[in-house]
């Protein structure tokens, strides 16, 4: 759900479940020449589920298709998020998402807002909604690259824990306003690689 390329990725289904993704790999294949077409090597950055989304993917989608332009956009800039190539890209967007996610939830202050969120996202959150609204204005890495200074001065750059911690409350935060919003219940998700035997 975070990679920046499509890749197949072969896992153990539930009970019941078929797939064709081995023809689906050998028209891959096919199609670029066989096994000695183009090979890459990347990081991959794993993100999953405990369980498969795909039934609530199929709940959802007529109540995404009657919100509001607003949660459609914030869905869009998520996912831009989630799959931008350059990670100052993947920031970016983060940063244009939380300023639609910071006027849709409820509160007139941001602890108001944070108060707003379910109990388990607030647990889960590595830093306040005011640090993560603050960071993307005031890091060069995110949105605002110069401070208000003669002489122009750099925002400084996020430092990797700060990166780290940005990323996770970001998506975090867009997730569940977007899952508030189309009337689910927010999930959390856990960065690493999925075992083998997990669902």
């Known amino acids: ?51 498969l989304p795909l039934a609530q993917a199929l709940d959802v989608r007529e109540t995404y298709r009657s919100t509001s332009d607003v949660i459609r956009t914030l869905i869009e800039l998520h996912y831009s998020a989630l799959t931008a190539v350059r990670k100052e890209a993947r920031l970016f967007f983060f940063a244009k998402a939380l300023e639609i996610a910071q006027a849709v939830l409820r509160g007139r202050t941001r602890q108001q807002k944070q108060g ?4 388990e996202i607030r647990d889960d959150l590595d830093q306040s909604l005011n640090w993560l609204f603050r960071m993307a204005n005031t890091r060069c890495d995110v949105r605002h690259v110069v401070q208000e200074r003669t002489p122009p001065t750099l925002h400084p750059r996020m430092s990797p824990q ?30 690493g690689t999925p075992q083998a035997n997990s669902a």
């Not at 072969?10 to 891959?28: I, L, M, Y």
């Not at 707003?116 to 109990?119: D, T, V």
């Open 1 to 51: 759900m975070n990679a920046a390329r499509l890749c197949l990725v072969e896992r153990n289904a539930p009970s019941g479940w078929t797939t064709n993704a081995k023809d689906v790999e050998a028209q891959f294949h096919a199609a670029n020449g066989g096994v000695g077409g183009q090979v890459s090597i990347q990081t991959r950055h794993w993100t999953y589920c405990r369980e």
């Open 116 to 119: 707003s969120l379910p109990p």
């Open 162 to 191: 700060e990166l780290q911690s940005f990323r996770h409350d970001a998506d975090l935060v867009i997730r569940t306003v977007v899952c508030m919003n189309l009337g689910h219940e927010p999930f959390l998700m856990k960065e």
